[in-house]
């Protein structure tokens, strides 16, 4: 008696979203990225489509994180002071796409200036084939004067410009319609906050295929629990047929992980949590790996390492779709 | 799955004698589909009815439980598909792997450090549950000697795995009086294994690459007389262990697919596997390896992840000494989230610099989330130093606020009269050296 699996038929499906532009559309990318388009739950090809795969993206910063843990810096000595050289190495290290993260300031500690900024860009836009995605440095007066300069100078390129957040996506918006580009939207781990600030952004006349939604996360340990069911809700709500969730999503596990002290630090911790290095990858990767399950899109990690593996996981989930059809 | 109401009263007598307590047969029917009432209420049900009201009472997902001298692990009993339409309720059981082919003396090292693994999260002491031996020697004297290895260091529960039965039959020697699980049981050889399973009341793991073949592995052995089984999809890489996964949950809570209503157990050799593991379904967990910087991880989400969504894990409000602290020493003020708790408690314990940590009332929430929700403002945090009575209890009056919230600093001074108020820094991390630099400079 061969068994009979109950499928689901859902009515909604999520958009596909392009990232960066080829020569003859306008950019000077040689691969762009496509995400989105599911039709059922994460990677469940037996009951629908999910025709493009997650993508990794490696977050660069333009000078020397202040902040980092000292295995990344170690990890990217060579590369680090140099954004269009990290970009470079991401790429290397098997980067579907880069986030490039700008500094509130430069080496010298001065503010970023416009001009720094649209700098940096543009080395780290020649250095590579990939779309990028900028982020400002989180501060709003920062972020809008930063995310303008770097709009306008690289005008047609469909970079993802972020973090919009309720407090602030005017200007960032504004500017990528002007533009060409696409935006970044994040709000705090709740689903009608997410669908607000969607809608906050299409009502200004951006279309919903140029919107990426960060749902945020929490690190392993910190809260990814979080994360990981408020992307479920998400996910579910959009191929139930709610318009304004039906956007790709992207999170930030490499951001959250390497901020957790199991990451930032060797010395002085319990001997149970083990090999520093390793343990620091593992976390990164045990908290991608989770969100991926959960319905992430793009996936914004750190060491290269975790990128490999994240990759090689992705792979063998789209590979399945032969084993059900 | 569950009767509604109505077909339960079918299976009643039908004559309203208002024995049960009742006054009619459907009024109890309906207690009973809201499972208020025990069906032994009523005296007069017949023996055919009270076992087809058992057997659709019984769980979707039968609970299987591995149990040794002393300890005790479940798995099974699942209700939802997703953790936020309920909770998921028993953390899948880890076991690590010892392999028959390894020395002596390696397997007692190994065991030794399986067993008295132990780490702190937030308060919460993790362990790993067990030990999977798997023969890869095909010897039952290995088998046996491992096992008495084994036992005379660790008795947390064992799993068995080996394609030779007289491997585990020597294993299961080793035993007696424990129920641990065996396997695994596949189409050639599953009689035996069942056999074996039910003389020992192990619990009998059954493999198969397709849905087909494990349902007809659990009817057969079920008709041996095996009830305790645990089911082995064997996905042919990640992505269709997911869907298997998926559509034996699915089954059993949505079509209430007998054969398949048993928990899962899930072969780890990647980090990928780890991951979907705990967050899809399975009931167990065996992993290659045993290394402290994967273990500790892999405890952490699956703590997180089987915590309940409508419960986060808090700490009682209050004032909490560290490192015997003085009238003179600062007070470091945070919020009843049990990680933020830990993550402060923690760093100021480790560094040895004595403070007070004052717990205010956030209802559970981090720092920033609460900032933001409300719960977590200058009005509360006054309100706690208050409640501890800190006024005249400290000489000197120094309260540091998590950097996080440094925008607070001036209400939280407006609302305490005579305190200095310091911001600290954002991380938990960074607090012993703000402690060294700033604190005992000035
Ligand atoms: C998990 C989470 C939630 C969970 C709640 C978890 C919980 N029990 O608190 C949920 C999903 C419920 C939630 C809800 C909301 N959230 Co929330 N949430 C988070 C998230 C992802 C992680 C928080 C966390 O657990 N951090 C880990 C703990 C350990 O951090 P912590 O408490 O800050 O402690 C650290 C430091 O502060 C420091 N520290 C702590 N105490 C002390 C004390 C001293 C003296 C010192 C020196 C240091 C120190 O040490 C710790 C470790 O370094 C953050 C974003 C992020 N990734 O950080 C957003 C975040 C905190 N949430 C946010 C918001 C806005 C909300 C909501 C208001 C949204 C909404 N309207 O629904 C609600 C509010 C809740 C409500 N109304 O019921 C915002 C806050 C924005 C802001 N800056 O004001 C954040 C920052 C997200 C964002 N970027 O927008 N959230
Ligand atoms: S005791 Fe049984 S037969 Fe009598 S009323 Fe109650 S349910 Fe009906």
Redesign the pocket.
Known sequence: MPVEVPKEKWPGSVRTITLGALPAEGGTRKRVVTVGGETAMPFMHFEGEIPYPPVVAIEIKDRKPDDWSPLLLETWRDVIDDPAQWAAAAEEAGADLIVLALSLTNRDGNPTTPEEAVASVKAVLAATGVPLIVFGPGQAEADNALLVAVSEATKGERLALGICEDKNYRTIVATAMANGHLVTARTPMDVNLAKQLNILISDMGLPLDRILMDPTTGALGYGIEYGFSVMERLRLAALQGDKMTQLPMIVTPGFEAWKAKESKVGEGVPKAWGDWLNRAINWETLTAMTLVESGADIVVLRHPESVRRVKAAIDELMAAKAFVS | MALSGIQIYKL??????????????L???MKLAAKQVELS?????SEESKAQLQESSAPPIRLITLKSDGYEIKAGNEVVMFRHEKTFYNKPGVFAKIKTSAAEADVKELAGRINDYRVNYVGIDLEVDGIAVEDDARNADKMQKTLSVIRSVSKKPVMLFSDNVASIEAGLSQLSGETPLIGCADSENWEKFAELAKQSKAALAVIADTLDGLAELSEKAKAKGVEDLVLVPKGKNLGHELILQSQIRRLALKANFRSLGYPTLAFCQTHAQIAQAIAKYAGFLVIDQFAEELVYPLLVLRQNIYTDPQKPIQVQPGLYEINNPQPTDPVLVTTNFSITYFSVANEVEGSGLPAYLLVADAEGMSVLTAWAAGKFDAERIAKAVKAANLDTRMSRKRLVLPGAVAVLSGEVEAELPGWEIRVGPREAVDIPKFYKQVLQVN
């Not at chain 2, 009643?12 to 047969?25: A, D, M, R, S, V």
């Not at chain 2, 209420?41 to 049900?45: F, R, S």
């Open positions: 009643l007598p039908q004559t309203n004698c208002k024995e049960c307590g009742f006054p009619t047969c009024a109890f029917a209420a009523c005296p007069y049900v």
